[in-house]
Each structure stands twice: as structure tokens, then as C-alpha cells.
T-cell receptor, first 111, second 110 residues
Framework: NAGVTQTPKFQVLKTGQSMTLQCAQDMNHEYMSWYRQDPGMGLRLIHYSVGAGITDQGEVPNGYNVSRSTTEDFPLRLLSAAPSQTSVYFC??????????FGSGTRLTVV | EDQVTQSPEALRLQEGESSSLNCSYTVSGLRGLFWYRQDPGKGPEFLFTLYSAGEEKEKERLKATLTKKESFLHITAPKPEDSATYLCAVQAPNNNDMRFGAGTRLTVKP
């Protein structure tokens, strides 16, 4: 099925560990983004990309890195996990118009 | 700074009891206002985009309206399957990202 695929669905990390959250879309969308969702705070933009090779920071980029080597993939890297990064992470993509298509999310716990 | 405020935070309705959800926003120009539905454990699902004041969009029991300062999501004769969190987001003309509100958690009891 066409859409946005995120892996893994769940992850537990120890403080200081690093990991990569994967995101892939098969709709040939140029725009992709990463959000985190915390209770009572809504979705907050971490990083986004308007096309392969182009990335930029969103509202809460500290502690995260991204790259966009292909149109399809947009991985999010946690450099040194902290308990404050415990959250649900969503990847989204968008075409020329309409709203975003979101993945099903990755629930991350940092202990 | 772009801001989006949704009210109420939570709303409990009886099946068939119509109501409205509010999304008030401040943005330097409005490229679009978006409504999403989010079920527990899932990603948001796109519902509507509104672009200018006076515009309305409908889908089944849902109707979204837009003024210069706020948007309403009207739910007519809701059913239990309409229970979800409804998110509002705005997009400014000079960027691609969206600013989301915290959402309204709707529960419809049979």
C-alpha cells in the first residue's frame, strides 16, 4: 500500500545511546518532515526536507540529525539519547497540495 | 510567532448530539489551515484543507469552516466511530512546515 512507512514501531534506549529512526515513502513526494508528539503539546517539527540533498531545522532540532540522499528516504538520527527525547515520533510527506501523509509513528522511551 | 489554540481539550458527546470544535490561530498570512483526525496509536489522518475566509468543506458528518481568526469543525449527529483526537494546523506562506494545535479529544458515547 502506498504511504509512509516508519520503523521501528517501538524502541527503548539507554541514556547516551544513539539510533536511527527510519522513514520511507513511495508517493514520490518532495517534502518530508519529522515531528515529535508529546502529551498536551501537539506535534512539533524537528527537521524537514524539501527534496533530496536539502534539509533544514524545525522548531526543536537539538539532539537530532537528518539527511536526505534519496526522494524516498528520510532517516532521523538521535546522536546521544536523553530522557527528554522520550516521545512519539512521526514522519510525514507531502506533495504539491493537500495535507501531509503521516506514518504510524515510533514510540521511543529513553531510560 | 505562529500559534494555534484548540478548544475544548476534551469533549464528550452522546451519539447524535451535534457540536463544534474550535481552532483559533495567529499567523503572518495564511497559506492553509488543515484538519486531521488521529486515532490512538496511529498517525494523524488528513481531513480538510481550507485556504480563505468563508470557505467550507464537508465530509460525511464533518464540516469545516474558516474565518480570518478561527476555524470550526462541526460534527453533526456523531457516532461512536467519530471518537478520536482532532488536530488543527496552520501553514504560513513562507514555509512548508505546519504549526499544530494540541488537539481536541472527542469521545462519542452510544
Amino acid at each position: 500500500n502506498a504511504g509512509v512507512t516508519q520503523t521501528p514501531k517501538f524502541q527503548v534506549l539507554k541514556t547516551g545511546q544513539s539510533m536511527t529512526l527510519q522513514c520511507a515513502q513511495d508517493m514520490n513526494h518532495e517534502y518530508m518532515s519529522w515531528y515529535r508528539q508529546d502529551p498536551g503539546m501537539g506535534l512539533r517539527l524537528i527537521h524537514y526536507s524539501v527534496g533530496a540533498g536539502i534539509t533544514d531545522q524545525g522548531e526543536v532540532p537539538n539532539g537530532y540529525n537528518v539527511s536526505r540522499s534519496t526522494t524516498e528516504d528520510f532517516p532521523l538520527r538521535l546522536l546521544s539519547a536523553a530522557p527528554s527525547q522520550t516521545s512519539v515520533y512521526f514522519c510525514a510527506s507531502a506533495g504539491v497540495s493537500y495535507g501531509y501523509t503521516f506514518g504510524s509513528g515510533t514510540r521511543l522511551t529513553v531510560v | 510567532e505562529d500559534q494555534v489554540t484548540q478548544s475544548p481539550e476534551a469533549l464528550r458527546l452522546q451519539e447524535g448530539e451535534s457540536s463544534s470544535l474550535n481552532c483559533s490561530y495567529t499567523v503572518s498570512g495564511l497559506r492553509g489551515l488543515f484538519w486531521y483526525r488521529q486515532d490512538p496509536g496511529k498517525g494523524p489522518e488528513f481531513l480538510f484543507t481550507l485556504y480563505s475566509a468563508g470557505e467550507e468543506k464537508e465530509k460525511e458528518r464533518l464540516k469545516a469552516t474558516l474565518t480570518k481568526k478561527e476555524s470550526f469543525l462541526h460534527i453533526t449527529a456523531p457516532k461512536p466511530e467519530d471518537s478520536a483526537t482532532y488536530l488543527c494546523a496552520v501553514q504560513a506562506p513562507n514555509n512548508n512546515d505546519m504549526r499544530f494545535g494540541a488537539g481536541t479529544r472527542l469521545t462519542v458515547k452510544p
